[in-house]
């Protein structure tokens, strides 16, 4: 069989791929424009894939080594605080970054350039032999895959030959006579499969990377009874993409009604594990002004102005209120603890800067089913609201708000302070179950826990690209499919004029690629022609 | 109820180690008995033998499957112990699945929500795609690889794994957790045919390159081709079911943590297999690659998916963080 004939319906392929023929060797002098010519060879090689490919394994590992800043920023902070030296390092090197980092974007750039640099003629060698010819009849057939022959009366050779171009056709083939032979070839779609897959991981990157820069994510705590309105101000923390821009912000609003919890109950192994969230909120937008009560929980984002929002935390906010020697109130709040276990034990900071005799400030523990150890010491046993207890260690002093450092609310610079409470102080920590009020230390005032109400954390998610990913990532598997399962194969049948007056028939297929099927198919071939033969008109 | 289900499903999952471990000595005896029989009748019929071990290596074009026929010549037939060790395998699987799902109704849930879980489930699947293979091609010979990996898996899960039945957290309360899972692990049974076919590929490999007979058992698995086009297949449907895997699993974290790729630790391990397998799949598509090195590759991408089950979710931070441990 000679492959000049064959060059027009083979896909095409890069030169070191394994059926493809050896490249030559010799090289001429190259100038400028061959020397760009042959980069771009290597480049768009099957060598260079695999290589890119490879490459691209290892680079994503350290990932997940090192924390990174995007997933895991507090961890990068560990690293920080535990040896500066190497954390120094490691940042040099991206480390904390990876996905972001020069060097891996240098893999998957090139591993993307090389790919659009293999399907482009690929895709347009495809498009030519879509429209071409199925190749000549290889003069001897049975040195090819699957050869049978057999031998059948009541027909000529004309016949035999229509009505084998008939059988491939109804068998999904495209047909060609050559003489007293019938030429096939059948399975163009694992090829488009082929193509397609790749141009789809394309489309995914430019849709990922699309995505991130004119998308944003923001946080949002809000605690029951309030409200959040989506616009800039309103955030506790927001991530813009690089093209972000305001306007994408669309006006809406969403109340917490109740955060409501379910726990196990009858499950001692899992006792008090929490089962089920439900945020209860009323969303208000410029379609229902009036309000739509909906909810969200884990797993059930709420889809709502171009915005998906996801419940990703909740814990307690005490309502926490601060009168002054006088009894004027100076602060009352709803303060978001932030939980520190699974009984939700947690913590969280009051800054008062004004209306005391000096700047309060003040680290609390909530315990929101507290009881007492050995030692004395309070401990939560349950998450729910079950004995709710607040404690507070007091510090006076500088509470550093008007430097212009932005400072957490959620930390207390203590250095600088005077502790008036707690642990390393005379006076133990105030104490204080729901209602409770306490007399401060040095005639400072008084601090009361009205209550206690339920918070929810939402992240907030603007991803314009989203569903295209979705739309890419899906065609990518049906290309992967058609092209990893359909058999690209050909078929001949030739017809010579038998020695007793009937029709001598031989049959034979060659593989283009993974085909274990090949030799049942042309078995099948030549049944279905026998069969065909035997009732005419059929 | 519960406690009582799931004791019932522990003592299963004690029964069916127990009948694969036979199962495994079974099958390892048997490769022996043939190795000892083939040196008996290298002894008496050496010309004979060498001639047909040495008409092993394929030259055929690629992509061209060798004939069936030519792959079974030579085998032995099937012998008294490995059937044995097969029945015993089988009955095994039988006794795992219904501990499998007595777990399953124990929690009422599927029961793939911890480490624990997933290992039996995951065990339970492997032997089941290994039964179900034979049904398309023998690969019986595998049987020891397989008994003694499933007899392996249940031991360090009971002993190092186990948890209590304990409800679902609420951020795996999704069809995804049955979709998503279930699919990776029928990804994994494959990759684990896979990577066995591509290590005795390279055995066979070797000694064919070195044209001596070798360890006789080899003389009862197909050739280095053969095997080859075998280990690929079985793994291009484990490639397919591990996309498959990687898409529910962004669907997935969109809806649990809002977000569809975040660069999580096991998200990272899922890609890197992916790729990896992405590599292989070329590699056979390479010169200079295909046969031994496309089988390294196999193996290391079935390691990956060992590694990235036990060290990654045992020791590496992340939002994944379901053991149950
Ligand atoms: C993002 C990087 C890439 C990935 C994940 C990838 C993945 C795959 C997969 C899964 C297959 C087998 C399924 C199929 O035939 O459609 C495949 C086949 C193929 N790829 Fe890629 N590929 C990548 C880049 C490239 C590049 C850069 C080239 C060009 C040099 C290339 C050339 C090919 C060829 C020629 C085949 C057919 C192999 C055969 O006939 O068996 N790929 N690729």
């Known amino acids: ?538 | 109820m519960t406690e009582t289900l799931d004791s019932l499903s522990l003592v299963g999952v004690y029964s069916a180690m127990a009948v694969y471990t036979i199962a495994f000595i079974c099958f390892t005896l048997d490769l022996a008995q043939r190795a000892a029989a083939r040196t008996k009748v290298t002894k008496e019929a050496s010309e004979r033998v060498l001639v047909s071990a040495g008409t092993v290596p394929g030259r055929h074009p690629i992509g061209h499957a060798k004939p069936e026929a030519s792959a079974d010549a030579e085998r032995s037939p099937i012998s008294k112990l490995e059937r044995v060790g097969f029945s015993l395998t089988a009955l095994a699987f039988a006794v795992h699945l219904a501990s499998v799902i007595l777990r399953g109704i124990a929690a009422s849930r599927v029961p793939w929500a911890n480490m624990f879980e997933f290992a039996i489930t995951a065990t339970v699947i492997i032997i089941g795609v290994f039964l179900a293979v034979q049904v398309w091609r023998d690969l019986r010979f595998l049987g020891a690889y397989i008994t003694g990996f499933a007899t392996l898996a249940l031991g360090v899960a009971t002993v190092g794994f186990y948890v209590d039945v304990v409800p679902l957290p609420p951020a795996l309360q999704s069809v995804w957790l049955v979709i998503h899972v279930l699919v990776a692990i029928l990804g994994t049974a494959f990759f684990a045919l896979g990577a066995a076919l591509s290590v005795v590929q390279l055995v066979q490999a070797r000694r064919e390159g070195r044209g001596t007979a070798g360890p006789s058992w080899l003389q009862r698995v197909p050739d280095a081709e053969t095997l080859e086009n075998l280990a690929y297949r079985v793994n291009v449907v484990g490639f397919v079911f591990w996309t498959f895997t990687l898409i529910a699993g962004a669907v997935w974290a969109e809806r649990a943590w809002g977000r569809y790729w975040g660069w999580d630790t096991k998200e990272v391990w899922t890609f890197v297999i992916w790729v990896l397998f992405a590599g292989y799949i070329h590699a056979r598509a390479t010169r200079g690659w295909r046969g031994n090195r496309a089988a390294w590759l196999a193996i290391v991408g079935f390691s990956a998916v060992i590694f990235n089950f036990t060290i990654v979710n045992l020791f590496f931070k992340g939002l994944h963080a379901y053991s149950g441990l």
């Open chain 1, 1 to 538: 069989m000679s492959r000049s004939s064959d060059t027009v319906t083979d896909p095409l392929r890069p030169d070191d791929y394994v059926g493809s023929a050896a490249p030559t060797v010799n090289q001429p002098k190259l100038g400028p424009l061959g020397y760009l010519r042959f980069f771009w060879r290597q480049l768009t090689s099957m060598r260079t894939a695999l290589f890119l490919l490879l490459l691209l394994a290892i680079a994503a590992i350290p990932g997940s080594l090192v924390p990174q800043r995007s997933a895991d920023p507090n961890g990068v902070q560990t690293y920080y605080d535990n040896d500066v030296e190497l954390a120094r390092v490691l940042d040099f090197f991206q480390l904390f970054d990876v996905y972001g980092s020069v060097w891996f974007s240098a893999v998957y750039l090139l591993l993307f350039i090389s790919l659009i640099g293999c399907v482009l003629p690929r895709t347009k060698h495809h498009f030519q032999a879509l429209r071409s010819r199925p190749p000549k009849t290889p003069a001897r057939l049975q040195r090819l895959e699957g050869f049978r022959t057999q031998e059948l009366g009541g027909t000529d050779v004309a016949g035999a030959v229509a009505s084998a171009d008939q059988v491939l056709r109804r068998a999904g083939y495209r047909t060609e006579r050559y003489g007293d032979s019938v030429s096939a070839e059948r399975g163009y779609l694992r090829e488009t499969g082929n193509l397609v897959f790749h141009s789809a991981l394309v489309g995914v990157l430019i849709c990922v990377g699309l995505g991130g820069g004119l998308g944003y994510t923001g946080q949002k705590i809000i605690v029951e009874g309030q409200s959040f309105t989506n616009t800039l101000l309103a955030y506790d923390s927001f991530n813009p993409g690089r093209w972000f821009g305001e306007e994408t912000l669309n006006p809406y609003r969403i109340e917490l009604d109740s955060l409501d919890v379910e726990y196990e109950e009858q499950n001692l192994n899992a006792y008090g594990q929490p089962l089920d969230f439900t945020a209860n909120v009323r969303v208000y937008d410029q379609g229902a002004p009036e309000g739509v009560d909906s909810t969200i929980k884990v797993n059930e984002p709420l889809r709502e102005g171009g915005n998906d929002i996801y419940l990703l935390g909740n814990g307690f906010a005490p309502t926490i209120t601060v009168r002054n020697a006088d009894g004027d109130v100076v602060f009352r709040e709803a303060v978001p603890f932030l939980p520190q276990d699974a009984q939700l034990t947690s913590i969280g900071v009051v800054k008062v800067p004004d209306g005391l005799s000096e700047q309060l400030g003040m680290i609390g523990f909530f315990y929101p089913t507290a009881s007492e150890l050995e030692t004395g010491a309070l401990a939560s046993t349950h998450p729910d609201l079950r004995n709710p207890v607040l404690t507070l260690q007091l510090y006076t002093g500088d509470l550093q708000l008007d430097d212009g450092i932005p400072r957490s609310v959620y930390a207390l610079e203590t250095d600088d302070m005077t502790q008036l409470t707690g642990r390393g102080t005379d006076i133990e920590s105030l104490v204080l179950a729901e209602g409770d009020t306490v007399e401060m230390p040095n005639g400072l005032g008084t601090v009361t826990f009205e209550q206690v109400d339920r918070y929810v954390s939402l992240d907030i998610h603007r991803d314009p690209t989203q569903g295209w990913v979705l739309i890419f990532a899906v065609l990518a598997v049906a290309g992967l499919l058609t092209s990893l399962f359909i058999p690209r194969r050909r078929v001949w049948i030739k017809a010579t004029e038998g020695p007793d007056g009937g029709v001598r028939l031989e049959y034979a297929g060659l593989a283009r690629g993974e085909d274990p099927g090949l030799e049942r198919a042309v078995a099948d071939v030549a049944e279905r022609h026998r069969k065909a033969l035997e009732k005419p008109g059929a």
